[in-house]
T-cell receptor, first 113, second 118 residues
Framework: AQTVTQSQPEMSVQEAETVTLSCTYD???????LFWYKQPPSRQMILVIR??????QNATENRFSVNFQKAAKSFSLKISDSQLGDAAMYFC??????????FGGGTRLMVKP | DTAVSQTPKYLVTQMGNDKSIKCEQN?????MYWYKQDSKKFLKIMFS???????INETVPNRFSPKSPDKAHLNLHINSLELGDSAVYFC?????????????????FGPGTRLTVL
């Protein structure tokens, strides 16, 4: 069975600063994909970034980047130049057979003006 | 245009009733999914479905059943509703035809349906 763990239930960051959200996972698959989804108060699930496990290069999307450590089974999300609109729940997810996602418990990010 | 839509957005009903939640995607995707998000925000897969294969999470009670009239729709039927069924239900879709292998495709989510069972 796959597991995804987010050890930080809540994080806060000052506007314009950088924050890192942690995620660890476990899977028996040799090839898999990892995702970070954002859920604002509107509850819409929005894809932030994805990483293919076979790629050594860390994915980046504008202010969002990941630190993917395959051997350690770690997949953290770094948000640079934090903005008020970044405040949301962030979910780490791992896909498995049937492309069904296993989610972590989420991290609530607060951004202070 | 909305890519993945769900109706209704809110559903309040009594214990023991039978209800359905509808999902439609206009992305031309092959596979659709249902997820449940409980009161602690924990998200869990319920079903993965394409026109060839239904994969059911073994923890889902058989009171829950997906129904797909066509490739663009996957509705969720719930019989004999219980208090513990109260949650937000998300529909999602992806391009990949799915199946038992690991897929490459990103899933796109609908806005969610908040179900409250009284």
């Amino acid at each position: 069975a796959q597991t995804v763990t987010q050890s930080q239930p809540e994080m806060s960051v000052q506007e314009a600063e950088t924050v890192t959200l942690s995620c660890t996972y476990d899977t028996s698959e040799s090839d898999y994909y990892l995702f970070w989804y954002k859920q604002p108060p509107s509850r819409q699930m929005i894809l932030v970034i994805r990483q293919e496990a076979y790629k050594q290069q860390n994915a980046t999307e504008n202010r969002f980047s990941v630190n993917f450590q395959k051997a350690a089974k770690s997949f953290s999300l770094k948000i640079s130049d934090s903005q008020l609109g970044d405040a949301a729940m962030y979910f780490c997810a791992l896909n498995g057979a049937g492309n069904m996602l296993t989610f972590g418990g989420g991290t609530r990010l607060m951004v202070k003006p | 245009d909305t890519a993945v839509s769900q109706t209704p957005k809110y559903l309040v009903t009594q214990m023991g009733n039978d209800k359905s939640i509808k999902c439609e995607q206009n992305l031309g995707h092959d596979t659709m999914y249902w997820y449940k998000q409980d009161s602690k925000k924990f998200l869990k897969i319920m079903f993965s479905y394409n026109n060839k294969e239904l994969i059911i999470n073994e923890t889902v009670p058989n009171r829950f059943s997906p129904k797909s009239p066509d490739k663009a729709h996957l509705n969720l039927h719930i019989n004999s509703l219980e208090l513990g069924d109260s949650a937000v239900y998300f529909c999602a879709s992806s391009q990949d035809p799915g199946g038992t292998s690991v897929s490459t495709d990103t899933q796109y989510f609908g806005p969610g349906t908040r179900l409250t069972v009284l």
